[in-house]
C-alpha cells in the first residue's frame, strides 16, 4: 500500500491491472496499482498522455472493467449513486435544456419533482447559470457547458465524484475560474473527487494529494501531500513561492515519464533510433 | 478605398510622390433583408412567367391544345371539380391512406431503427434483411401486395407504409450510429435504464437524421400512393388521374397533377415546422 493515511478510504483499489488486448498482442495499459482515497479529500492524478489515467478513471466509473485487482467505492447511504462522472470535452446533451441536463442524473433514479427542483436550482445558482436554465446548450459557451456539466455532476450527490480532465479544452481564462469555482463548491459539500489531469499546475492548485504515474505501463511512481491550506484562493496560491517549488518538484518526477511516453510514441511510429531522440532533445 | 503605396498605413507624413492607404468606413446596409425579399420575389417570378407563356401560347394555338390546355381552362375545370366535391373527395381519401400508411411505416421503423442502433447483435441480425429487400423497386411489388391484401383500403396502405419504412429505419440507424459515444456514456454513468436510453439519448440523438428520412418516406409515399390508386383503386387522387386519362379528360389529369403537387409541398412545409419544434438547435437557424 503506498498511501496509508488516518482518514478512512473512500475509494480503495487493489492490485488493480488492466490488459487490452490489441492486434499485436497484449498492451498492459496499467499494470499495478495499489492505492486508497481518503474520504473527503480531493485526489489529483498526474501523469503523461497514454498512462492509463483515463482508463483508470473509467474503471472507477464502472464504463470499464479492470481484467485485474479489485476497485472499491465506499458507500454511506445505499440511496446514493455510487459516482458521477465530469467528462472531458462536450457531453452534455444538446437536445436538453440547461435544467434538463443538470437534473439528469436525479431523473434517471426516479428523485421527486421538488428535489429536483431544489438541488438543481441550487446547483445552477452556485454555477451561475440561473438565468440560463431554459437555453440550450449551442446558446452557450464551452465555459458555460463544462459548468452544466459540473452541476449535473453535483446534484446527482454521489459517494464520489470522478473528474476527466474536465477543463483540459478551455482557454487559459475560463480554466481559472472554473478551477476556482470547482473549488469554492467542492469545498461546501467536501465529497471525495478523483481528478484526473496531465497539468502540473493544476494539480497543485486543486488537490490535497497527488499521484504521479508513469509512461505506459501504467505504475504509482509517487504520491505527493499538498499542504495548502483550505479555502484556497487560485490567483493568490500561484503567487506563493511554496507553490512554485511545488510545482518544480512535481515536474521533476513528470519529466522522465513524459520523455519515456514521447519515446513509446515515436518507435510505435517509426522505429526507436531517430525521431525519439529528437523528440527528447527537443524537450532537454 | 484601397490605394496602392509602398508606404505601411500607419505612417503618419506620407513621403511625397507615394499615395497613402486610406480605408474608409461604409454604410451598413440592411442588405440581408432585401436580399431575402428580392429571392422571394424571384421565386414567384419564374413560375408566373411559365405560366403566361404557356397560356399565350396555348391562346394562339402555337401548342397543342389536346395535350396543353390552356391554363385558364385547367382553372375552370379545377373549379368544376371542387364545387362539385369530387376533388376534395379524392384529395381526402389519398390523404387518408397517406396518413395510415405512414404510421404504419414509420412507427415499425423507428422502433426497429432505435433498436439495430443500439444493439450491435440486432443490427447484425437485421441489416442484411433490410439492405437486401431495399433495392426492389418499390411499383413491382405491387401485384404481390394486391395479391396479398386483396383490392380493398389494405393493399395501399400497405403500398404507403413500404415507401415510408426504408428511409426512415435506415436513417434512424444511421442516426443513433453517429451519436457520440461520451453521451452513451453520460447515460450509463448516471445509471440510465435501457428504456431512458432509448428514450433520453438513443430518439432525441438520432432525432435530426429520423427527420430526413421521414421527409424521404414521406416523398415515396406520395409517389407510392399515385401507382398504387391507378391500378387499384376506384377513389384518390391517382384513381382521378387515370380514369381521366381513360376518358381522355386531359383537364381533369392536369387537376389531379396539381393537386397531387400541392399535397407534397405542404406535407414538406408541415414536415419541416414539426422538424424546427421538435429540435430546439434548429430553431435558431
Not at chain 1, 489529483?44 to 481484467?67: D, F, N
Not at chain 1, 450527490?157 to 469554492?184: C, G, H, I, W, Y
Not at chain 2, 447483435?121 to 433495392?135: A, D, K, M, N, S
Amino acid at each position: 500500500m503506498i498511501a496509508a493515511q488516518a482518514a478512512p478510504a473512500k475509494i480503495r483499489f487493489e492490485d488493480v491491472g488492466k490488459t487490452f488486448l490489441i492486434r499485436t498482442g497484449p498492451l498492459v495499459a496499467i499494470e499495478h496499482i495499489d492505492l486508497d482515497i481518503a474520504a473527503g479529500s480531493f485526489f489529483v492524478i498526474v501523469g503523461p498522455s497514454g498512462c492509463g489515467k483515463t482508463t483508470l478513471l473509467r474503471m472507477t466509473a464502472g464504463l470499464e472493467t479492470p481484467t485485474r485487482g479489485t476497485i472499491t467505492i465506499g458507500r454511506d447511504r445505499s440511496d446514493r449513486p455510487a459516482n458521477a462522472m465530469i467528462f472531458q470535452g462536450d457531453s452534455i446533451f444538446p437536445w436538453m435544456t440547461v435544467f434538463d441536463n443538470a437534473a439528469y442524473g436525479l431523473r434517471m433514479r426516479n428523485a421527486p419533482a421538488r428535489e429536483i427542483d431544489e438541488v438543481v436550482g441550487h446547483f445552477l445558482a452556485r454555477t451561475g447559470l440561473t438565468k440560463f436554465a431554459k437555453a440550450y446548450p449551442h446558446q452557450l459557451s464551452g465555459g458555460m457547458k463544462q459548468r452544466v456539466s459540473i452541476a449535473r455532476a453535483f446534484a446527482n450527490d454521489p459517494e464520489v465524484l470522478l473528474m476527466d480532465e474536465p477543463f483540459s479544452a478551455l482557454d487559459e481564462q475560463n480554466k481559472t475560474l472554473l478551477q476556482e469555482e470547482l473549488l469554492r463548491i467542492w469545498e461546501e459539500t467536501k465529497k471525495t473527487v478523483l481528478f484526473i489531469t496531465h497539468s502540473v499546475d493544476e494539480a497543485v492548485t486543486l488537490g490535497d494529494k497527488i499521484m504521479v504515474m508513469t509512461a505506459q505501463p501504467g505504475r504509482a511512481k509517487a504520491i505527493i501531500d499538498v499542504p495548502f491550506p483550505r479555502p484556497r484562493k487560485v490567483l493568490e496560491l500561484r503567487a506563493t513561492p511554496e507553490y512554485g517549488e511545488l510545482v518544480y518538484n512535481i515536474w521533476g518526477q513528470l519529466r522522465d515519464e513524459v520523455l519515456a511516453a514521447l519515446r513509446t510514441a515515436a518507435e510505435a511510429r517509426n522505429g526507436p533510433a531517430g525521431e525519439a531522440a529528437e523528440a527528447a532533445g527537443a524537450l532537454r | 478605398m484601397i490605394a496602392p503605396s509602398s508606404e505601411p498605413a500607419t505612417s503618419p507624413a506620407p513621403v511625397e510622390g507615394a499615395a497613402s492607404i486610406v480605408i474608409r468606413a461604409t454604410q451598413t446596409r440592411k442588405r440581408t433583408l432585401s436580399r431575402g425579399n428580392n429571392e422571394r420575389i424571384m421565386g414567384v417570378v419564374a413560375p408566373l412567367g411559365v405560366f403566361v407563356l404557356w397560356e399565350v401560347l396555348a391562346d394562339t394555338h402555337l401548342i397543342d391544345t389536346r395535350f396543353f390546355p390552356a391554363p385558364s381552362s385547367i382553372a375552370g375545370t379545377f373549379g368544376t371539380l371542387a364545387a362539385n366535391g369530387q376533388l376534395e373527395a379524392n384529395t381526402f381519401i389519398s390523404l387518408e391512406r397517406l396518413f395510415w400508411g405512414f404510421l404504419l411505416g414509420a412507427v415499425p421503423a423507428l422502433v426497429i431503427g432505435l433498436t439495430m442502433g443500439l444493439y450491435r447483435p440486432v443490427r447484425t441480425l437485421v441489416e442484411p434483411l433490410i439492405l437486401g429487400t431495399y433495392p426492389v423497386p418499390k411499383s413491382a411489388i405491387l401485384p404481390l401486395i394486391l395479391l396479398i391484401f386483396g383490392l380493398g383500403e389494405p393493399s395501399k396502405i400497405v403500398m404507403v407504409a413500404i415507401g415510408v419504412f426504408y428511409p426512415v429505419v435506415i436513417n434512424t440507424v444511421s442516426g443513433v450510429l453517429q451519436i457520440p459515444q461520451i453521451y452513451l456514456d453520460v447515460g450509463h454513468n448516471f445509471g440510465a435504464s435501457r428504456w431512458k436510453m432509448f428514450t433520453t439519448i438513443a430518439l432525441p440523438g438520432a432525432l435530426p437524421f429520423i427527420m430526413t428520412g421521414v421527409k424521404l418516406g414521406a416523398g415515396m409515399g406520395l409517389i407510392l400512393i399515385a401507382i398504387a390508386e391507378m391500378i387499384g383503386a376506384q377513389s384518390g387522387l391517382g384513381y382521378m388521374i387515370w380514369n381521366a386519362w381513360q376518358i381522355l379528360s386531359v383537364n381533369t389529369m392536369y387537376v389531379g397533377l396539381i393537386m397531387i403537387a400541392l399535397l407534397g409541398f405542404v406535407l414538406t412545409l408541415a414536415i419541416n415546422e414539426i422538424e424546427r419544434l421538435l429540435i430546439p438547435s434548429r430553431q435558431d437557424r
